[in-house]
């Protein structure tokens, strides 16, 4: 069984899409190629030597360093909102021309420039609430119970 802290971590940083949304985090430390990375269709990362290979984004907060790849990258992530399997918010560290625009396109509350490494902070699984009005994001960390 896995529970959440009370307490919330919170760091700050700048909104790049405005907007509320929470769930649980999906985070990578390595880049994602939006064109031939990832399944527009289902919300999934396809990229055959990417350590989330496989796994779904759709309705989670995904926190990655930034795109990767050519221009195409933010119409695959478009595509991802009309086919309703995009994260429900993009948290990232490298700010880009490409990932500010796959960040417009996709809808969904993103931010950027964090006063703490968010890399250190968040995990995946943990519950997140990202308030890109605020420029805030709320960690709720996992905690396993015993047996």
Do not use: C, Y
Request: aromatic share 6%.
């Amino acid at each position: 069984m896995t529970l959440q802290t009370a307490t919330p971590i919170i760091i700050k940083g700048r909104s790049v899409v405005a907007g509320k949304a929470s769930g649980e985090a999906l985070v990578t430390t390595e880049t994602i190629s939006g064109w031939g990375g990832i399944n527009e269709r289902e919300g999934t990362i396809i990229e055959r030597r990417h350590e989330l290979v496989g796994q779904s984004f759709a309705g989670k907060i995904l926190l990655f360093p930034g795109a990767k790849g050519s221009s195409g990258w933010s119409a695959f992530f478009h595509m991802t909102r009309l086919n309703k399997v995009s994260p429900a918010a993009m948290l990232f560290t490298r700010m880009t021309t490409k990932m500010a625009l796959g960040a417009v396109v996709t809808r969904v509350p993103a931010m950027t420039d964090f006063d703490q490494d968010p890399f250190e902070l968040i995990e995946s699984g943990d519950r997140v609430e990202v308030d890109a009005d605020a420029g805030e994001i709320r960690i709720f960390k996992k905690v396993k119970q015993p047996g």
